[in-house]
């Protein structure tokens, strides 16, 4: 099986640097990119070894969006790869931002991370800008910064995750790669903080203390864990998330990463949080965060990289 970049399938770390980024219009920036992009993990293995410590490692990963795919990567496409689509429902919006390339660095410590941010940017030039950087950190025991534990419904396991993120046979030279869509959330904890633990709880569709999940009967039709936990055909629909806390004092919030085999499922959690049913039921907790950007994807495996920079 063809390798998959390193930031997708393992457990979540502490430190986490975001970077999306928008490609030049220079004639020459795409096949820049493409060499670059093909050295990332190198910079992060790198990065490692400024550490005498085993354990501290640099996970990194790279996509593209569908605006410059076929500028970058013009012999092939991985099918569903679509721009990020805007949600709007009576004041809640999902919306759609600029961003051609992503870049998820990712570990346990910060300043490794920030090592090899900063020469890959080094690497990258003039053929792209800087649309948006975010720092993410661990929060108390894996927590949001509402106070609940974030990614408890994650798939658990290397062949549950593997199942679960990355596409597999009958894909072609895209085996082992990923979708993956991003968003940034500013969360308003003053009005969060407002309510009572017994109203959060219930937004949330479980224990703020405990984590232990509320019965089918126990949870609201407006629960956020009701609305985005889905089935088909008795089947769960399932995404893996890599989302962290972000910010400073003045503003702050949850960067939303989530990595799939199939990038439809995250459409359709995203339509039951924004979107009312028939009954007038939408996610709650979207009164409380609001989306700022939205972007997608797609993460090609680490060899695809590493040919198609041969090729520049």
């Not at 975010?134 to 995750?161: K, M």
């Not at 968003?183 to 407002?194: F, K, M």
């Not at 995404?239 to 910010?247: A, E, N, T």
Request: hydrophobic share 40%.
């Amino acid at each position: 099986m063809p390798i998959p970049q390193s930031a997708i399938l393992p457990d979540a770390s502490p430190h986490a640097i975001f970077l999306t980024l928008a490609l030049g219009p220079e004639s020459d920036a795409a096949a820049h990119v493409r060499r670059a992009a093909a050295r990332l993990s190198a910079l992060a293995g790198q990065a490692n070894q400024l550490d005498g410590q085993s354990g501290n490692e640099v996970l990194s990963a790279i996509g593209f969006g569908a605006a410059v795919w076929d500028r970058l990567y013009p012999a092939a496409r991985p099918d569903n790869l679509t721009p990020f689509q805007v949600l709007s429902d009576n004041g809640r919006r999902a919306p759609a931002t600029a961003g051609d390339i992503f870049i998820h660095l990712r570990g346990t410590r910060f300043d490794l991370c920030f090592e090899t941010a900063r020469h890959f940017r080094n690497l990258l030039g003039g053929a792209v800008t800087v649309v948006e950087e975010t720092h993410g950190f661990r929060y108390l025991d894996s927590r949001d910064l509402t106070g609940f534990v974030d990614g408890t419904e994650n798939p658990q396991g290397d062949e549950d995750r593997t199942r679960v993120a990355l596409l597999s046979g009958g894909a072609g030279p895209f085996e082992a790669g990923s979708f993956v869509a991003v968003q940034r959330y500013i969360h308003d904890l003053v009005s969060w903080e407002a309510l009572a633990i017994e109203e959060q709880e219930k937004i949330i569709g479980r224990s703020k203390a405990e984590n232990i999940e509320f019965s089918a009967e126990e949870k609201a039709p407006t629960a956020h864990i009701k609305r985005v936990n889905l089935k088909e055909d008795g089947q769960s629909l399932e995404i893996l998330r890599h989302s962290m806390p972000y910010g400073t004092v003045s503003e702050h919030g949850l960067l939303f990463v989530a990595y799939g085999a199939d990038p439809t499922i995250f459409d359709k959690m995203l339509h039951e949080m924004i979107l009312a049913d028939r009954a007038g039921h939408y996610d709650h907790l979207m009164s409380h965060s609001r989306a700022v950007t939205g972007t997608r994807f797609f993460v090609p495996p680490q060899d695809w990289l590493r040919q198609n920079a041969e090729n520049s």
